[in-house]
Every structure is written in structure tokens, then in C-alpha cells.
């Protein structure tokens, strides 16, 4: 080029292009900016080479590979080259296109002798005078690629220098390290942010503290660890903020001691420890990682904190389940033990060591099944496959056995029922638990029921013959004493009256005497009789519409030349409102009879003999009171049943044979309703007979 001999020169043109190196080397290292970096690197290569026109472009900024004018020039617009400017400015150089589109693709530098002949040069199609001839173009290399490129203009036509073009390439580098010196920097810093975000975030405390033992980072988790905000923390001293009182000369020492010989004991470990809540003043768990770091001629320090105390209190709970598991496992009377999933025995109670006459710690890692499940009871071997805790294992599903064969260690057996329950786990079936209980005795206990079953239901049948006999006993006996004894009474009666001629006043007396009775043995049959008749076929009740009324006075009539001779007051009383009721009469009369001859009966002479008959919810009641010796509590369970009389009737030697009121509870029974008592040693009792108002009769059968 004229006017730059100097440069032409071959010594003068090398010291030249050093110069240029070094120029662009410190515009390189002093700066962050590509563009700036840029603008040192146009103005050293248009000073030291005479060209008079340089240009920064960069990648458009819309996503696409295309280049474009950064607006960067060398020198300032006031210096010519109008034309030039403008279509550059107007211009996108897609990737391969023309010579910056080139030297995007190459990464290499070009060089255009004559721009207005080369048909690459693109910015010619505008059809308008750039006052260039030559240009030449070098990328600025990073190592993400070409990240600019900065093209040259001469007036004048200047040929290839290949010289020029191997030290521009290498001016390319270097621009290329700010570049890269820029993108290390963007990435330290976005990595810096997102590290602390994730600490900020992070549900572990996180806490730093610089070498005079003084807070410098505090994120939102150890405000909430500590009950300390981020202000109030930061360079206050971490001794007297989160280490308990009885650790702070400890932890003290312990940085001094590292700080001066770089011996390190927790530095560089994940471990449990205690810290302070300052707030609470008390101590709690925490796992710590912590870890030191070296800034220049200083350390600092750093942890993560996580609170444990709700693990350290499932771990405490845990464990003392886990004991009270054991001690209810080793303290069951069943044999307990648990296999893995290949039939090994992992745990076995005490009570499955006895059973099975081991030690509990001999069984564990045993083949339980060729141990204690070898043999059938026939001899015959018991294959694994076949085993009811292979098939659970195999399976995964609950198995009950109720009968089975388990061997000691001494080769005898015992019959046994087991249960077996698989474990699952988050692979499947990981092992099996099986409860056994040794069933011996049982089964002799069994074997002994049955036999007393079977002599039960022997002595029964021979007490049921027995019973047969006696009630056929019974009804003959009633049968053939009930004719002569018809006689006799009749016979009597004659004589009472005078019939059959004049009998004397003691005479009549003995025939009173004998007449009474007579009637007392007419009723013993007529009750042997029913009992019997009720044992062989359903008592017969024919209900209709009864006066309660008429009904309470005939049988108050049957029994009041008893009452007189005993000087007792007989009271009837009925509620105007009873109406009839739907009731066998006869039997009824019945029942109502014998309630007042056994008040009669019962009571000292002189007594008071109360009858009344009173409507209730639904039914009517019908009581029988007296004021007479009453009846031993012990004794009520048994008063309805045949032939029981109490103790009292015994030693006062009442007569009667304990049937009256089992047929008079069999009768009430079948009209529907109920009988009971209310009484007491020496304070009378009170019969109370209950009937719905409808009757509903059902046939009887004996129920004592």
C-alpha cells in the first residue's frame, strides 16, 4: 500500500505484527467485552497495516445463524466510506454467504482482492458504489465456535498476505478468550446463583463461619432450625448461636487446632451431634456435614444441618417396639420363629426352642423344613414343594394347618397346628412367620370328651328308661288308686251324712278327719295324673272368655274351709276395669287354687291371705299374697320343679308333694304368660301369675 513502505518492509512489517499481537493481547486480558476487545483489535490492525477501514459483526440476535453489522467501526462514520456503512448495515450474511458468511463456516480468515469482481461479495447486489477494493475478513474463535468476525476495507487493490492473515488468525484467538473468559464468568456467576438458590431452598440448615469463628451465611432453613432471621445471625458468633453451652470449648479448639495443624475430626464427615435453640435454650439432635474451604490465606466453613429429632424419636419408638415385640414373642406359650425366603431360620421364640428341644441360637440359619418337617406321621418323607410354608413362600398367601406333624430334635414328634403368614417386602415375599402350638394334650383331652360323651349319652338313655318307667309307674299307680278311692270318699260321705244310719259326734269327727283325707289323696293322684299325662302328650287348654272375678272367688270358695280352720282372713280383690279373658278356666281355677292353698298352708294361724287381680301394660296380673314363713332365696331357683319342697315345709312337716306348682307354671306356660315370686325367710311371699289380655295357647310339655 503507498504511504506504508515501513510496513513493507519485511523487518519493519514483522515487529509490526508483534506489536499488533501484544496490542490486542492486553485489549484481551483487560477487558470482559468482545466489543470493546473488538474496537482495540480494528484500530491496532488498521493502524499497523495502513488499511483504512475496519468492522466488528456478530450473531443476529433473533435465533438464526446469520451474521450482522454490530455498528462497530474503525474509524468513526465521519471518515468516509458512506456507502460501504449503509448496505453493511442493511445487509444479513447467512452462514457460507459471502466472505463474512465464509469465514463463519471456515473458521478461517479470507481475503477478496477485488470486491466489485468477486460474485460472493454480496453487498454488491445493491447496485451501489463502495468505495472499497480490497478486503480481508478473521473470525474471533471461542470455544463455543466463531463467535464475530471483523472485516477490512482498502481502497486500492492490495494482493494476499499470507503473513498478515497467520497473525490476524492468531489476533482471532486471542479476541476469543474474552469470549471465553466471558462465558466462564456468566457460568461461575449463573452457577454461583443456582447454588445459592438450591442452599437458600434447601430444607437442611445450611451455615457458614469464617476463620474468627463469626456467622457468614444463614439461609432460610436455619431461620427456621433456630428461630434466628438472616440478619440477626449473620456475623455473630457461631460458638454462642448454635454449639449447647457444654460443646463451645470444644468446638472452639477444635477450629484452632485446624486452622494451625490442619488436623481434621469432623470437618469432611456426615455425623450426629447437638445443637442449641437459643430461644428455647435446649439441646436437640442434628446430622451435620461440614467441610472447610480455602479463600486466598483465609478458611472458611461450612455445614449443612438436618434436624433429627423426630427420626431420633421413631427410632426410639422403633426400638421400643422392637423390644416389646420381643418380649411378647419370647413370652407366647405358641412357638414362634421366622424363616428368610429360602427356608432359613432367622428367629426362634423360647417357646419353639422347647417344643422343638433346641437352643433358640442353635435354630438360627437352620433348614427348619428338613429339621422339622422331614417326615409324614406314616414315615413317608415330606418333600419342601409339598410343605404348607413352601407353598406360602412360593405363594405369598396366609396358610392355617390344623393338623400336621412337627419332629423334636431327639426323632420324636408331636401332633401340632401351625399357622403361617408371609413377610412382604418391597421385592415380594422376603420370608414367612409360622406360630405352631404342640396339640397333645389336646387331643388326649379330646379322646377323654368323647368318652364321656359316649358314657354321658349311655347313662342318659338309662335314665331316660328309668324316667319312662317311673312316669308309666305313676300314671298305673293314679289309675288304680283313683277307683277304690272314689269309693272310699263316696263311702264317707255317706257316712258323714248319716246315709246308711247315726253315727256318733266322735265318730263324725274320725270320718271328717278320714274325708279330708281322702281329698288329699285325691288331689296328690289328680296331680300325679297331670304330671304323667303332660310327660306323654301336650296338656290340652280350652280357652274361652273367663271372669277374672268369678273365677278368683270360686277358687278363694275351694280353699275357705281350710282358711277358717286355720282362723285366716282370705281378701279378693279385682280391678273394676279387668274385663273376661280368654283362658282355659278349669285350668286356670287350677293354677289359683293351689297358689291359695299353699298361702293357706304356709301361713300361721291367724294370717292374711290377699288375692287381687290388676290390669298392666298389655296384661293382666294376678297375685296371691300371705304374711307366712316366706322361702329360703337359695331355694327359689328350684320351687317349679317336680317334687321339690323347701326346707321350711320339711320341718314343718306341710303336706304336699312338690307338684303344685310345676303344673301350675306348665299351665301358665302355655296360656302365655309367666309365674314368679317375690320372698323372703319369715316375711311371706306373693305368687304374681302374668296373662296377656289375648291369649295366645300353645300345647304343653313337662319343662321341669
Not at 602 to 616: L, M, N, Q, W
Request: proline fraction near 5%; hydrophobic fraction near 40%.
Amino acid at each position: 500500500m503507498s504511504g506504508s513502505s515501513g510496513y513493507q518492509r519485511s523487518s519493519d512489517r514483522d515487529a509490526a505484527l508483534v506489536r499488533l499481537m501484544q496490542e490486542v493481547t492486553r485489549a484481551a486480558n483487560a477487558t470482559d467485552s468482545v466489543v470493546d476487545a473488538g474496537r482495540v483489535a480494528l484500530a491496532a490492525v488498521c493502524r499497523l497495516t495502513g488499511w483504512p477501514l475496519g468492522h466488528l459483526l456478530v450473531p443476529a440476535d433473533d435465533g438464526t445463524d446469520d451474521y450482522v453489522s454490530s455498528g462497530v467501526w474503525h474509524p468513526d462514520p465521519a471518515h468516509g466510506f458512506a456507502e460501504l456503512r449503509e448496505v453493511s448495515a442493511a445487509v444479513r450474511f447467512p452462514s457460507g454467504g459471502g466472505m463474512v458468511g465464509r469465514v463463519r463456516v471456515t473458521g478461517v480468515p479470507a481475503w477478496i482482492y477485488d470486491i466489485g469482481t468477486d460474485p460472493l461479495f454480496i453487498r454488491n447486489r445493491f447496485g451501489r458504489p463502495l468505495e472499497a477494493v480490497s478486503a480481508f475478513a478473521f473470525p474471533v474463535l471461542s470455544a463455543r465456535g466463531v463467535a464475530a468476525v471483523l472485516e477490512f476495507f482498502s481502497p486500492v487493490p492490495v494482493g494476499p498476505d499470507e503473513r498478515l492473515l497467520e497473525v490476524v488468525a492468531d489476533v482471532g484467538t486471542q479476541l476469543g478468550r474474552v469470549i471465553d473468559r466471558l462465558d466462564a464468568r456468566l457460568e461461575l456467576e449463573a452457577s454461583k446463583r443456582r447454588l445459592e438458590q438450591i442452599i437458600e431452598t434447601s430444607a437442611e440448615a445450611f451455615v457458614g463461619m469464617d476463620e474468627a469463628g463469626l456467622i457468614t451465611d444463614w439461609n432460610a432453613a436455619a431461620e427456621r432450625m433456630f428461630g434466628i432471621e438472616r440478619a440477626d445471625a449473620i456475623r455473630r458468633s457461631l460458638a454462642e448461636t448454635v454449639v449447647p453451652p457444654r460443646y463451645r470449648d470444644a468446638h472452639r479448639h477444635g477450629v484452632e487446632r485446624f486452622l494451625a495443624t490442619g488436623e481434621r475430626r469432623v470437618l469432611g464427615q456426615r455425623v450426629e451431634i447437638s445443637a442449641w435453640h437459643r430461644g428455647d435454650e435446649r439441646e436437640f439432635p442434628v446430622e451435620m456435614a461440614t467441610w472447610a474451604t480455602r479463600d486466598g490465606d483465609r478458611w472458611t466453613f461450612s455445614a449443612f444441618l438436618h434436624d433429627i429429632s423426630e427420626r431420633r424419636r421413631a427410632e426410639g419408638e422403633r426400638e421400643r417396639l422392637l423390644v416389646e415385640q420381643k418380649m411378647l414373642l419370647d413370652s407366647s406359650s405358641q412357638g414362634i420363629f421366622r424363616l428368610d425366603r429360602n427356608g432359613y431360620c432367622t428367629y426362634a421364640n423360647p417357646a419353639a426352642a422347647q417344643l422343638l428341644g433346641w437352643r433358640a441360637d442353635e435354630l438360627i440359619g437352620l433348614d427348619m423344613h428338613a429339621l422339622t418337617h422331614h417326615h409324614r406321621a406314616d414315615g413317608r418323607p415330606y418333600p419342601w414343594f409339598e410343605c404348607p410354608v413352601g407353598e406360602v413362600l412360593r405363594g405369598g398367601q396366609a396358610v392355617r394347618v390344623d393338623k400336621d406333624l412337627m419332629w423334636r430334635r431327639d426323632g420324636t414328634s408331636f401332633p401340632t397346628e401351625y399357622s403361617c403368614a408371609p413377610i412382604i417386602g418391597a421385592a415380594g415375599t422376603e420370608g414367612v412367620v409360622v406360630l405352631f402350638t404342640d396339640i397333645s394334650e389336646r387331643r388326649a383331652a379330646e379322646r377323654s370328651l368323647r368318652l364321656a360323651y359316649e358314657h354321658e349319652r349311655v347313662a342318659l338313655a338309662k335314665l331316660k328308661e328309668l324316667d319312662d318307667a317311673k312316669t308309666n309307674f305313676l300314671a298305673t299307680v293314679s289309675h288304680e288308686l283313683r277307683t277304690p278311692l272314689t269309693s272310699l270318699a263316696g263311702f264317707l260321705e255317706l257316712l258323714i251324712e248319716g246315709d246308711v244310719g247315726e253315727v256318733s259326734a266322735p265318730q263324725h269327727r274320725v270320718l271328717e278327719t278320714m274325708s279330708r283325707s281322702a281329698d288329699r289323696l285325691r288331689a296328690l293322684i289328680e296331680d300325679l295324673l297331670t304330671v304323667s299325662n303332660v310327660e306323654a302328650r301336650p296338656l290340652v287348654l280350652r280357652p274361652r272368655e273367663t271372669d277374672l272375678a268369678e273365677l278368683l272367688a270360686e277358687a278363694a270358695a275351694l280353699v275357705a274351709e281350710a282358711a277358717q280352720r286355720r282362723d285366716h282372713e282370705l281378701r279378693v280383690r279385682v280391678e273394676p276395669s279387668i274385663g273376661p279373658v280368654r283362658a282355659d278356666p278349669a285350668q286356670l281355677r287350677r293354677v289359683l287354687t293351689s297358689l291359695i292353698d299353699n298361702a293357706v298352708k304356709c301361713t300361721p294361724d291367724g294370717g292374711v291371705i290377699e288375692i287381687r287381680a290388676d290390669a298392666a301394660d298389655g296384661h293382666v296380673e294376678i297375685s296371691v299374697s300371705d304374711n307366712g314363713i316366706g322361702i329360703d332365696p337359695d331355694e327359689v331357683p328350684r320351687l317349679f320343679t317336680r317334687f321339690f319342697r323347701t326346707s321350711a315345709a320339711t320341718q314343718l312337716a306341710i303336706q304336699g308333694a312338690g307338684l303344685s306348682l310345676a303344673i301350675a307354671r306348665q299351665i301358665i306356660d302355655g296360656h302365655g304368660g309367666h309365674i314368679d315370686v317375690r320372698t323372703a325367710p319369715g316375711e311371706g311371699a306373693t305368687f304374681t301369675v302374668s296373662l296377656p289380655a289375648e291369649v295366645t295357647v300353645t300345647p304343653l310339655r313337662d319343662t321341669a
